[in-house]
């Protein structure tokens, strides 16, 4: 009984106030941890299941590759803290199919592998490869840029018309 009373006032003197009301309202340690474990769990498979949903519905979109593999460790890191890890497989997977077409390439390379690459060694490809691109483009850009010719219009008389026989002064 003593030993019990113990735990109940070491747990109520721990519980913040929002929370206090739910547990002292309990008649032993038992019905105050029970209580409080009812819950918390309802918060923790919110949690989990609003964290699993922010990943399986993120996209690239506009971002960088950087910023869209940051967002995508922070989410994984939030679940791997709630005691949820996600496996290295299941991130490099949905990275993969999440990327956008124009890594389709890159993507491709990786899943013919023999091996799952590491979620790390994925974020070096993938911002090296975002960087190839926009190296390309840039030289596509200039590539275009230097081969057009200037304009230049012909001189023709009558303030720039050709003449046309077929008209006549009248």
Not at 8 to 19: K, N, Y
Not at 37 to 43: G, I, R, S
Not at 92 to 111: D, F, M, P, Q
Request: net charge positive.
């Amino acid at each position: 009984m003593r030993h019990d009373k113990l735990l109940f006032h070491g747990i109520i003197s721990s519980l913040s106030e929002r929370v206090l009301p739910r547990a002292t309202s309990a008649k032993s340690f038992a019905e105050a941890w029970d209580r409080l474990a009812k819950m918390y769990a309802n918060a923790f498979s919110s949690r989990t299941m609003g964290l699993t949903e922010r990943l399986t519905n993120i996209s690239r979109g506009t971002q960088s590759v950087a910023d869209y593999l940051g967002t995508i460790q922070a989410i994984a890191n939030d679940l791997a803290t709630i005691d949820q890890p996600v496996s290295n497989a299941h991130l490099v997977n949905h990275v993969l199919n999440r990327i956008g077409a124009e890594y389709k390439e890159i993507s491709t390379a990786v899943r013919a592998r023999d091996f799952i690459i590491s979620f790390e060694q994925l974020h070096d490809k993938l911002t090296g490869y975002e960087s190839y691109l926009k190296q390309e483009e840039s030289q596509n850009n200039a590539s275009i840029t230097d081969n057009a010719a200037p304009f230049s219009q012909p001189k023709y008389g009558n303030q720039g018309k050709k003449h046309n026989p077929s008209y006549s002064n009248k």
